[in-house]
């Protein structure tokens, strides 16, 4: 009974869209979030340390 | 290529490297795969769980013809005197001359032809109305039109479309001004009344088909009027917009496609006639010349010079140090 | 007293006459088996350089496709209508979407490493175009993905779109103001494309293996000598 609740949304990003406008460029809140998690994650990825792992033969 | 040959070629760091000879690591690739997989699943089940995701319902000729009466009425006229974006499109809807989107000699769109043939005032005005049964005067009016000549149906529509640009809208009715547009009041008169009824969607659809899976031509009308135009640009989907980037409300939308969409916003493309074909043009050569980057001095030495390598490879480069 | 199996006593199972390995399947065969040794195409061990998370995101975008088309999938079982009628096709769509958005999350993050890694070297460059052109297919198919939906969104995307398309003359038989034509783009030609372009990009990186760092002093502008060169890993070894 509560998987129409699950099947909507908990956050409704209906609605007017947000957009930052900078220069000529205009972008959406949304769009902008995305991009910048994009490179947040990619220099998470290659900075964090990665496990170190067994050599063959060791 | 022989032994001698690659003997022969010079090494380059930017398109060659010595194969590794070094250590191995145990490395499971299904399990990784599969661990992603779950990763993967977890992750779109809560962004749509917590984020569902956008459906504004379609507009119809229906609702537009009852909202927007008088943009609708204005539309249709330019429909029938074959001033309306698909009418002077040219290829693939019709021939207008001089209407191809071309860089120098290069017209793709000319060379291809006309192979989705739409006539705006047979088949947006006449052909529905001709459909609309027991409709004496609206029939009569049609026939009128169809059996004037060119000058007098180009006289009668440019009174039209000078009368409904001081239309009014009261309660859903079109109100025109009077003029000496003949037979013309009554046809776009009686096309915004069976728009409002719903029948103009149905009968553009299917084209006396049962089955038809094609809107082209509902579109095409809903495109040539500003009631379509407008709600996209309060939702900043407008080309000048970056539009093609975005997605109704607040959700993500194309983000890939921002090169793409930034050309719209540059000079000469975003006030140039040839703006699409422009881009095109410009997306294919950068596109291509991503493929082929490995090919391509200066660009493809950028990650040597960048250094990021150091920082991915760093372990590496300090176990080499250290032997 | 012998049993009767039903199966010959001898059955060889490769060509072993000039005559049969001239047939194409023995050489077909032997192709296949020559580029990708069993423990090349599957294998347990990886060269020790890699051990960064960026060399995690070509899998990511991998399963993210997966999750792309079973869910394209499901929404098939029911129509492209079921969505806009049902909670739970809703959901379905929305699987979708995000899926959609994982896809290309991953991949230009996998596409900016491998940017930084230079990828392409050691005669890898097939494998770097591969996986340009993915991209590139990829963002068609999601085209006619957004052209399926059947609201508002397909409707202002196909007619802006129409002027870009119809300038190139691809207008004249790629229709974006035909739904039926789209979907079955969408549903049937692009992903297929996708899968054999995204397939030939995974079997390439396994026949040519990941690329190995810079060498230390190949960031120094004058880094070439006259050495001799290898360009692919020999075969047999794993890559």
């Not at chain 2, 009668?156 to 009014?168: D, F, H, I, L």
């Not at chain 3, 999750?67 to 096709?89: D, E, Q």
Request: glycine share 8%; hydrophobic share 45%.
């Amino acid at each position: 009974m509560f998987l129409p609740a699950l099947l909507g949304a908990l956050i409704n990003l209906n609605g007017s869209g947000r957009y930052i406008h900078w220069g000529f460029i205009q972008i959406s809140v949304a769009n902008f979030v995305v991009i910048i998690l994009m490179i947040v994650v990619f220099v998470l990825a290659i900075l964090l340390p990665f496990p170190k792992r067994k050599r063959d033969g060791q | 290529m022989s032994d001698d040959t690659k003997k022969a070629r010079r090494f380059k760091p930017d398109r060659d490297v010595k194969e590794w000879k070094g250590a191995y690591v145990p490395y499971d690739i299904l399990k990784e795969a599969f661990v992603a997989f779950l990763a993967v699943a977890v992750l779109i089940v809560l962004l749509a769980v917590v984020f569902s995701s956008p459906d504004e319902p379609a507009i119809t000729l229906k609702t537009w013809s009852a909202v927007d009466p008088v943009d609708f009425a204005q539309t249709a006229i330019t429909e029938l005197d074959g001033t309306s974006g698909t009418a002077s499109y040219g290829p693939p809807y019709n021939s207008t001359p001089d209407s191809s989107q071309h860089i120098g000699f290069f017209e793709p769109e000319q060379w291809f032809g006309v192979h989705q043939p739409i006539d705006t005032a047979q088949d947006f005005v006449i052909g529905p109305l001709r459909t609309l049964p027991n409709q004496p005067v609206t029939q009569a009016a049609v026939s009128l039109y169809q059996n004037a000549s060119g000058a007098q149906q180009n006289a009668w529509t440019t009174a039209y479309e000078k009368a409904v640009a001081n239309a009014t809208d009261v309660n859903g009715r079109l109100h025109v001004p009077a003029g000496r547009y003949g037979p013309v009041g009554i046809m776009v008169g009686s096309l915004t009344d069976m728009a409002q009824t719903g029948g103009l969607d149905g009968t553009l659809l299917s084209e006396g088909e049962f089955y038809n899976t094609n809107y082209t031509k509902p579109l095409l009308f809903l495109a040539d009027g500003t009631y379509l135009a407008d709600k996209a640009d309060a939702q900043h989907l407008s080309g000048d917009q970056w539009g093609m980037m975005n997605e109704t409300g607040n959700y993500p939308g194309q983000a890939w496609l921002w090169l793409y969409t930034m050309w719209y916003q540059v000079s000469p493309m975003n006030s140039s006639t040839n703006g699409d074909l422009e881009v095109w043009v410009i997306m294919m050569v950068l596109s291509i010349g991503l493929i082929f980057l490995p090919f391509i001095p200066i660009l493809r030495s950028i990650p040597r010079w960048t250094r990021v390598y150091k920082l991915i490879w760093r372990r590496h480069y300090r176990e080499l140090a250290g032997t | 007293m012998s049993i009767d199996t039903g199966v010959p006593a001898e059955t060889p199972a490769r060509a072993s006459t000039p005559e049969e390995s001239r047939q194409w399947t023995a050489r077909m065969r032997h192709a296949a088996e020559s580029a990708f040794p069993p423990d090349q195409l599957l294998p347990d061990r990886q060269p020790a350089y890699m051990a960064s998370w960026i060399y995690v995101f070509g899998v990511l975008t991998v399963v993210s496709l997966a999750w792309v088309i079973i869910t394209g999938c499901i929404l098939a079982i029911m129509g492209p209508s079921w969505w806009h009628v049902s909670s739970t096709g809703h959901f379905v769509n929305s699987l979708h979407l995000w899926s959609v958005e994982a896809f290309f999350f991953f991949m230009v993050i996998h596409l900016w490493g491998k940017f930084f890694m230079a990828a392409w070297r050691g005669n890898r460059r097939l494998t770097w175009a591969t996986g340009v052109i993915s991209f590139l297919v990829s963002v068609g198919a999601a085209f006619t993905g957004y052209l399926s939906q059947q609201n508002f969104d397909s409707q202002w995307i196909s007619t802006q779109a129409k002027d870009g398309i119809n300038s190139t003359g691809a207008g004249s038989v790629f229709n974006v103001l035909n739904f039926g034509q789209m979907l079955m783009w969408h549903i049937v030609l692009l992903p297929i494309g996708v899968a054999i372009i995204a397939g030939l990009h995974v079997l390439l990186v396994r026949r040519h293996g990941i690329v190995p760092p810079f060498a230390v002093g190949d960031g120094d502008a004058a880094a070439e000598t006259p050495a001799t060169t290898t360009t692919t890993a020999p075969a047999g070894e794993p890559a």
